[in-house]
């Protein structure tokens, strides 16, 4: 057999394993690993390795996206690269988090306060777990980690709760804060996202990102991997960020927030740079566990490839 009619080449799709949560994403249980597909492509050999357009671009030029809606802003001079549905109103889930942690900094409030989880703040709407158990006590600021960073519900639910005015005063703060931005679409009901009601739209998320990019304390926390908590038991536990892409290490985020229930899907928002340049990724009702991180990874090959393209078709050809 000759040697020009042997294997071509193989193009390895990387694939992230994320995890599987109860409720709104609040469990810890990250064992997550990169699983390496090899894909063997016969015939000719394709010279540019790189382009991405084979299995993320539609066949009339168009980015090949799970989600049912999206919506991938340069954050630069705020133009949409992609839209998809971006005006459509759905239930976001644990995205609502981020509301719930610029109510809480707006506040002002002090953040090495202990704040003790009560019985009131057990979910009894969807039983979701927590590793908080009722009687943990926590500062202020650890509670916010918790709730930003693994999506811990009794942590937002106890955050709202010791606001002025308790729980009803937040919610009503978290609404007159979305229309602060904006967020014309988007209406809060509780400060957990357990509620399907708590809707928005990728067009009012992007508003919400934009917004959280400038407390300190939630780019932090979002794009924490993981962290130990000592929550009053034997030994401090570890908490781990329900986002794969922040525990894997290998993007440039500046905030991250998933989000999951039944009604809303697999939810995903982020600010990350790519190519040298701020995006803003908001994706919404991904069906299965990986979907939402395999259209994030299709983004990224997709906004650098966009970038190399430009900036090869901008660089003046030699003479010959």
Same mark, same amino acid.
């Given at each position: 057999?000759?040697?020009?009619?042997?294997?071509?080449?193989?193009?390895?799709?990387?694939?992230?394993?994320?995890?599987?949560?109860?409720?709104?994403?609040?469990?810890?249980?990250?064992?997550?690993?990169?699983?390496?597909?090899?894909?063997?492509?016969?015939?000719?050999?394709?010279?540019?390795?790189?382009?991405?357009?084979?299995?993320?671009?539609?066949p009339n030029g168009?980015?090949?996206?799970?989600?049912?809606?999206?919506?991938?802003?340069?954050?630069?001079?705020?133009?949409?690269?992609?839209?998809?549905?971006?005006?459509?109103?759905?239930?976001?889930?644990?995205?609502?988090?981020?509301?719930?942690?610029?109510?809480?900094?707006?506040?002002?409030?002090?953040?090495? +306060?202990?704040? !003790?989880?009560? =019985?009131?703040? #057990? *979910? $009894?709407? &969807?039983?979701?777990?927590?590793?908080?158990?009722?009687?943990?006590?926590?500062?202020?600021?650890?509670?916010?980690?918790?709730?930003?960073?693994?999506?811990?519900?009794?942590?937002?639910?106890?955050?709202?709760?010791?606001?002025?005015?308790?729980?009803?005063?937040?919610?009503?703060?978290?609404?007159?804060?979305?229309?602060?931005?904006?967020?014309?679409?988007?209406?809060?009901?509780?400060?957990?996202?357990?509620?399907?009601?708590?809707?928005?739209?990728?067009?009012?998320?992007?508003?919400?990102?934009?917004?959280?990019?400038?407390?300190?304390?939630?780019? +932090?926390?979002? !794009?924490?991997? =993981?962290?130990? #908590? *000592? $929550?009053? &038991?034997?030994?401090?536990?570890?908490?781990?960020?329900?986002?794969?892409?922040?525990?894997?290490?290998?993007?440039?985020?500046?905030?991250?927030?998933?989000?999951?229930?039944?009604e809303a899907g697999r939810?995903?928002?982020?600010?990350?740079?790519?190519?040298?340049?701020?995006?803003?990724?908001?994706?919404?009702?991904?069906?299965?566990?990986?979907?939402?991180?395999?259209?994030?990874?299709?983004?990224?090959?997709?906004?650098?490839?966009?970038?190399?393209?430009?900036?090869?078709?901008?660089?003046?050809?030699?003479?010959?």
């Amino acid at each position: 057999m000759r040697l020009g009619q042997m294997l071509a080449t193989s193009i390895l799709i990387l694939s992230f394993t994320l995890m599987s949560s109860g409720g709104a994403e609040a469990s810890s249980k990250h064992h997550s690993k990169n699983r390496v597909k090899v894909v063997y492509n016969h015939g000719k050999h394709h010279a540019a390795r790189n382009d991405p357009s084979r299995y993320i671009i539609t066949p009339n030029g168009e980015l090949r996206l799970a989600s049912s809606a999206a919506l991938v802003i340069d954050q630069e001079d705020g133009h949409a690269l992609y839209a998809k549905r971006a005006d459509a109103v759905s239930p976001i889930a644990s995205i609502t988090k981020l509301m719930t942690a610029m109510v809480v900094l707006d506040a002002k409030l002090p953040m090495d +306060e202990k704040i !003790t989880v009560e =019985s009131s703040d #057990v *979910d $009894t709407l &969807r039983n979701s777990g927590s590793r908080l158990a009722v009687g943990s006590e926590l500062p202020r600021s650890e509670m916010l980690r918790l709730a930003l960073m693994s999506s811990e519900n009794r942590a937002a639910a106890a955050l709202a709760r010791t606001y002025p005015g308790s729980t009803p005063a937040f919610v009503m703060a978290m609404n007159r804060k979305a229309t602060e931005l904006g967020m014309l679409s988007s209406h809060f009901i509780d400060p957990t996202g357990l509620h399907s009601e708590n809707v928005s739209t990728p067009e009012d998320l992007v508003k919400m990102v934009k917004a959280g990019t400038q407390y300190g304390m939630i780019r +932090e926390f979002t !794009t924490t991997a =993981s962290a130990e #908590v *000592d $929550t009053g &038991r034997r030994h401090p536990q570890a908490f781990h960020n329900t986002n794969a892409l922040v525990r894997a290490g290998e993007w440039n985020i500046g905030l991250s927030k998933t989000g999951f229930i039944n009604e809303a899907g697999r939810c995903l928002v982020m600010q990350v740079t790519i190519a040298s340049r701020p995006i803003i990724i908001v994706l919404l009702d991904s069906v299965g566990k990986y979907t939402r991180i395999a259209d994030a990874q299709r983004i990224k090959r997709w906004v650098e490839y966009r970038v190399g393209r430009v900036a090869r078709a901008a660089k003046p050809s030699k003479d010959t």
